[in-house]
């Protein structure tokens, strides 16, 4: 049974940082995208960041520059660094695991965890 488990949000300053992470289980490691997912307008969800099997990387234009999508294939742990945050980063953060690579179609939701920038 996959689960995903965040954790590391919590409440900064405009400019200050804060690094989450996604806990997977039920799966082997490794050959998967992943991804990181906030709420938008209407129900829906944005993508911020992908990571793919082979560790190369993609984000929004939002958060270039600002944010950093990792792995731990050992721990089989994901993270989102988030650097220079600003108040309308405030939002719900999903982590997510696909079931294709390109594109990454994503299967597996966590329940999220909130960050609030002021």
């Known amino acids: 049974h996959v689960q995903l488990v965040e954790s590391g949000g919590g409440s900064v300053q405009a400019g200050g940082s804060l690094r989450l992470s996604c806990a997977g289980s039920?799966?082997?490691?490794?050959?998967?995208?992943m991804g990181w997912f906030r709420q938008t307008p209407g129900n829906g969800r944005e993508r911020v960041a992908t990571i793919y099997s082979d560790g190369s990387t993609s984000y929004a234009d939002s958060v270039k520059g600002r944010f950093t999508i990792s792995k731990d294939n050992a721990k089989n742990t994901l993270y989102l660094r988030m650097d220079s945050l600003k108040p309308e980063d405030t939002d719900t953060y999903y982590c997510a695991r696909g079931v294709t690579n390109i594109p990454c179609v994503y299967r597996y939701w966590g329940q999220g965890t909130q960050v609030t920038v002021s």
């Open positions: 039920g799966y082997a490691s490794g050959g998967y995208c």
